[in-house]
DNA sequence: TTTTATTTACCGAACGTTCGGTTATTTTAA
DNA sequence: TTAAAATAACCGAACGTTCGGTAAATAAAA
């Protein structure tokens, strides 16, 4: 039996990596923030700190898939509610404001060379599932898309800001935003 | 004499934080790309990284104020091509989208704790050029500054965006927004 | 000659990683 | 069903390397 379970282990390294980026996350630390010591670190990632950055931005994108993709996707419900459940998923994993991307905190030079792909893949997903809600509204595939770049564009930028200024208001206003963006 | 300009150290060191945060710019990658030896970097900063990071931080407060507040505040100059000007020199500096904002590089929190003030003023300087432009234009005061800061908010998430997609075309896209923000 | 600038050589501390070994748990054999 | 063997989980201590930073020595300017 595990004395940490993996989840538990994933969403402690995620917040150190969210917090430090990769270079600045230390083992000490991702091990502190896991429960677990260092060593028995190795022992669940014998790849190291790349391999669990690796399975933290795994997580990530399964979290992307479920909370935002499959929401957004779901036939079962009315559009302007799953874009209303997505949002809410959005302002939960930010803190509303208060976290940072961890995309962006390993968008550095250091992650981009070890992780860009990993990275570009969570990002086509967040704007794969934008796109598919916003043809189904209605708009043609390359507005749907440039419509779901904005969105990004405004959730990443907003964020950037709401952290330099200490105010969380940038951040749900771009939330606001989105909303307003698929109005009928 | 130095054998290299303060400026030149300037430009050095900003590159590399820049590219590789506060934690992942090593003293010896510092002094590389400012061609001294790292004891000569402590020579012309005793205070080591931290006052290294400071003086880039003033290097880039200058930089906005030259090249966007006074631009932008330029009476002598018709709006639309303060605007312009202003634009062209933030295409700039950010390599036209190839290239990251400091800001962002230093806002993980080792860098938060230490520089947080000063980034926040930098911020805020920038978002004052566009108000005081928004305000000439016509805008009253809090539209201009909302505005500005999605000016704002836009650039800095197209260039998260072009980074991890290696393709500026977002972030020619954010400046193209903005412009188009101020037609009357 | 004195001061300033630069460099070589070096330091203790922290880094990511590995090792040797202990304790649980699971699997196999009797 | 129990005993032995194998495996999984964990940890303290140490590895070699790189870190940020310093002292002493040399070179250049004033």
């Keep these: 039996m595990a004395k940490v379970s993996d989840q538990e282990i994933l969403i402690g390294l995620m917040s150190v990596f969210r917090s430090k980026g990769y270079d600045g996350a230390s083992l000490n630390e991702l091990a502190e923030a896991t429960g677990l010591k260092k060593a028995s670190l190795y022992h669940r990632f014998p790849g190291g700190k790349k391999e669990m950055t690796d399975a933290v931005l795994d997580f990530m994108e399964n979290w992307v898939n479920e909370k935002i993709f499959k929401v957004m996707s779901n036939a079962e419900v009315a559009p302007q509610i799953r874009l209303k459940d997505a949002l809410y998923n959005i302002g939960e994993v930010y803190g509303n404001g208060t976290e940072v991307c961890l995309y962006r905190s390993l968008s550095m030079d250091t992650g981009m060379s070890l992780f860009g792909a990993k990275i570009e893949r969570g990002i086509n997903q967040w704007l794969e599932a934008f796109t598919v809600l916003g043809k189904e509204m209605g708009l043609d595939k390359e507005k749907a898309f440039k419509v779901a770049q904005q969105n990004f564009v405004e959730v990443q930028g907003s964020l ?11 951040f749900a206003e771009a939330l606001k935003n989105i909303e307003n963006r698929y109005q009928t």
Aim: net charge neutral; glycine share 0%.
């Design 160 to 170: 950037v800001l709401s952290k330099a200024m200490d105010n969380t208001a940038p």
